[in-house]
């Protein structure tokens, strides 16, 4: 079955910057709606970021002006850019897409990774 891997989490200093990074398991696949969702340590998982097939993108209010979402169509990747980190961005970090499509049929939906680990910390 088609996966969604995500890369790029670590360590960051506050104020710092990450980036981090969506793809599929095989690149024959495209998606539509591409997703970021993040979990803090005994919270619930929150919604970060949110791109679409065309490049629409939207944010959470508590990321707006510091995280910029962008795609890459050429390899199916999604990316989350964190800038101006703070402590209370440490988390789980998911990718989310709603499709995942293969030839143009949909393959997959609701599809999520496995998270990448991201901690903010001095």
């Known amino acids: 079955q088609v996966q969604l891997l995500e890369s790029g989490g670590g360590l960051v200093q506050p104020g710092g910057s990450l980036r981090l990074s969506c793809t599929t398991s095989?690149?024959?696949?495209?998606?539509?709606?591409m997703d970021w969702y993040r979990q803090a340590p005994g919270k619930q998982r929150e919604w970060v970021a949110t791109?679409?097939?065309?490049?629409?993108?939207s944010y959470g209010d508590a990321v707006k002006g510091r995280f910029t979402i962008s795609r890459d169509e050429s390899n199916n990747t999604a990316f989350l850019r964190i800038d101006s980190a703070k402590p209370e961005d440490t988390g789980d970090y998911f990718c989310?897409?709603?499709?995942?499509?293969?030839?143009?049929?949909?393959?997959?939906?609701?599809?999520w990774g496995k998270g990448t680990r991201v901690t903010v910390q001095s």
């Open positions: 791109i679409t097939r065309s490049g629409a993108t």
């Open positions: 989310h897409a709603d499709e995942i499509l293969y030839g143009g049929s949909v393959v997959r939906t609701n599809a």
């Open positions: 095989g690149s024959t696949f495209a998606t539509r709606n």
